[in-house]
């Protein structure tokens, strides 16, 4: 099955029309497999003749049917990843101070740590987020 069935599948088992848009949008996310914003699509020729409000709907709506979510960050512009494959699990992001790239973190080992941290002063912890800043490998060698 190639990344265009596969997102006609998805968007179908939403409920969601097949625009090309939004298969265009999904296929992106499933061939990259990463964090990307808005401005990353935009740099894209497939992608730079869309109108810009339009674009904005179609990743809400594609957020609010759960197939992509935003990731929690302080960047200038919103990153989301997709729901789907290896990113459907609990994980944390860093972002590159100076190119703004975002990475997965594809493993949480802090949670223990927190909900001790918590219990100590009363609470349970029903979830977190942690915001990782760096310089990527390519930043760091200029």
């Known amino acids: 099955m190639n990344l265009k069935e596969r997102a006609e599948i998805l ?3 939403k409920g969601l029309r097949c625009t090309e ?5 999904l296929e992106e996310f499933l061939k990259r497999n990463k964090p990307l914003s808005i401005q990353d699509f935009k740099k894209k020729k497939a992608f730079k003749n869309w ?9 809400t709506k594609l957020e609010s049917s759960g197939l992509i979510r935003a990731i929690p960050s302080n960047s200038e512009f919103q990153h989301y990843e997709s729901t789907l494959e290896t990113h459907h699990h609990h994980h ?11 990475q997965c973190l594809n493993d949480c080992s802090v949670e223990e740590q927190l909900a001790k941290m918590a219990n100590k002063v009363g609470f349970s912890v029903e979830g977190h987020t942690l915001e990782l800043y760096g310089l990527c490998a390519d930043c760091r060698k200029k």
């Open 11 to 13: 968007l179908k088992e």
């Open 92 to 102: 944390h992001h860093i972002t590159c101070r100076k190119c703004k790239a975002i």
């Open 51 to 59: 109108d810009e409000s339009s674009t904005y709907r179609n990743f």
């Open 21 to 25: 848009v939004r298969l265009l949008i």
